[in-house]
């Protein structure tokens, strides 16, 4: 591929991803993966003489074995195959292509894994050592608000460590998010949540007022950081929760931000929420989305009949020759 078909491919590349910021509001994390998978599908294109205007089914089709030959997971696959096919649906509204090379071309479908969730004693003691973690108060009452505002709202953790302090003001019981797409939604708080952040807010804005008696500016995100982003990152977050998960004796592999998600949903569930509440507590879009729940809560079930119900243990629960 020459230095003017590469520029090509990066010119279809930026201008898709630039009307899905725009007209589709997709964010960040979407468009840096839309980003990733289609200079890999360009990269491999480029070592074969070819480029997103003359690529056919045929050569679409031998990109996804050579993903499968790497090894690349199922879901990554779809991915790959799911930006393709948008990147020509795009090139074939604006007049680029005459066809969608992608279009017919089946994917491989997910893997149906469920979702990994805790139980509610196992919540119990992350949030009880996200209250002890920390060398300070502040500390400590920063890691208590972020266990406690994520298991009690479900939101996604990008939605929480970006989650700006306006939201938080005036003890609110309800807490307004934006969400993928920037689509906006309410989410009540607990009381234990919202002790946390009143709790976290006062130290916050305390020492935020330091900072600016030193002439930095003020934070205008509720979990503040002097990084590039502004507010805490979801990487750091992850090793917060990795830690918090060896101090409460829960497995570290079991735990992730988006753990405490999963066991937002499965808890609500298991206790008599409908699956539409969930799903607008969760900011799904799709109800089939959060309709995994109910397999999480089946398998939950099955267990406990496996391991609980005296006949699984042997016993009959009545003396033998009795009657009911």
């Not at 101090?247 to 499965?266: I, M, W």
């Not at 939950?300 to 006949?311: A, F, I, S």
Request: glycine share 8%; hydrophobic share 40%.
């Amino acid at each position: 591929m020459t230095g003017a078909a590469r520029a090509e491919a990066g010119r279809w590349i930026s201008a898709f991803l630039e009307a899905q910021a725009a007209e589709l509001g997709a964010a960040n994390n979407t468009l840096l993966a839309y980003g990733r998978d289609l200079k890999d599908f360009a990269g491999w294109m480029e070592g074969r003489g070819l480029g997103f205007d003359n690529a056919t089914e045929a050569d679409v089709t031998a990109y996804l074995v050579h993903c499968d030959a790497q090894g690349f997971a199922t879901a990554t696959r779809a991915r790959r195959l799911s930006a393709i096919r948008q990147i020509y649906r795009f090139a074939f509204e604006e007049g680029w292509r005459e066809d969608n090379p992608a279009i017919t071309i089946t994917g491989p479908g997910r893997d149906k894994r469920l979702p990994k969730t805790l139980t509610e004693a196992e919540v119990d003691r992350l949030l009880d050592a996200g209250a002890a973690h920390g060398r300070t108060e502040a500390d400590r009452a920063r890691n208590a608000c972020l266990c406690q505002v994520l298991y009690a709202t479900g939101m996604r953790v990008t939605e929480l460590v970006s989650l700006p302090v306006s939201a938080a003001r005036g003890d609110p019981r309800m807490l307004l998010i934006s969400g993928k797409g920037g689509k906006e939604r309410m989410v009540p708080l607990s009381t234990p949540a919202r002790a946390a952040l009143q709790h976290w807010l006062t130290l916050r804005d305390a020492a935020e007022e330091e900072a600016r008696a030193k002439g930095r500016p003020a934070s205008r995100f509720l979990f503040p950081s002097r990084g590039k982003a502004g507010h805490l990152t979801r990487h750091a977050f992850y090793m917060l929760i990795k830690e918090l998960a060896v101090e409460a004796g829960v497995t570290p592999s079991k735990v992730t931000p988006h753990t405490l998600r999963h066991a937002f949903a499965t808890h609500l569930l298991a206790n008599g929420a409908d699956l539409r509440s969930i799903q607008t507590l969760l900011g799904h879009a799709d109800l089939a989305t959060t309709e995994i729940y109910t397999h999480v809560l089946d398998a939950r079930l099955k267990d406990l009949v496996l391991t609980r119900h005296p006949l699984a243990r042997g016993q009959t629960g009545t003396e033998t020759g009795a009657e009911e």
